[in-house]
C-alpha cells in the first residue's frame, strides 16, 4: 500500500493501516486514507484461502456523507457486472472489479470534492 500512497501524495494528507494480516496466499487488509480535501477513503479488502475476494472502498466527505462506494457485496443480481457495483448518493450502478490504484485514480480525477452545503 505504500507504494500506492506514494503515487497520489499529492492528493493525500495521511493514512492510518488498521488491520494487515497475511495467511499464506490469504490476507486481511482495513485501512482509512484522509484526503486534502477532508474526505476519507475506508478500505475493508479480504482475499481467501480459495482464491475469492470480498472488499469495499468507502468514500465520504468532510461531514460523513457518502459519495462513492464500491464493493462486491452479492446483491443487485440484476446489474450485468453482478456482484461488482458501485452506490452513489443517488444510485447504484455497474463498475468493474476494484483495486486500490483503481480507486485512487478515480478520487484524483474527481478532486477536490466541495463540502455540500448545510
Known sequence: MTATIKVFADIIA??????YRQYGGAYEFVAAVDFTDGSTL???DYLFGDGSRKYAF???DR????IRRGDNAEHY???TTFPFH????????EAPPMTLHKVL???R???PIKSRPI
Open 14 to 19: 495521511a493514512y492510518d493501516i488498521k488491520r
Open 42 to 44: 475506508y478500505i475493508r
Open 58 to 60: 468507502h468514500w465520504e
Open 63 to 66: 461531514e460523513h456523507k457518502l
Open 77 to 79: 443480481p440484476h446489474l
Open 86 to 93: 458501485v452506490h452513489t448518493t443517488a444510485t447504484v450502478e
Open 105 to 107: 485514480e478515480y478520487i
Open 109 to 111: 480525477a474527481h478532486f
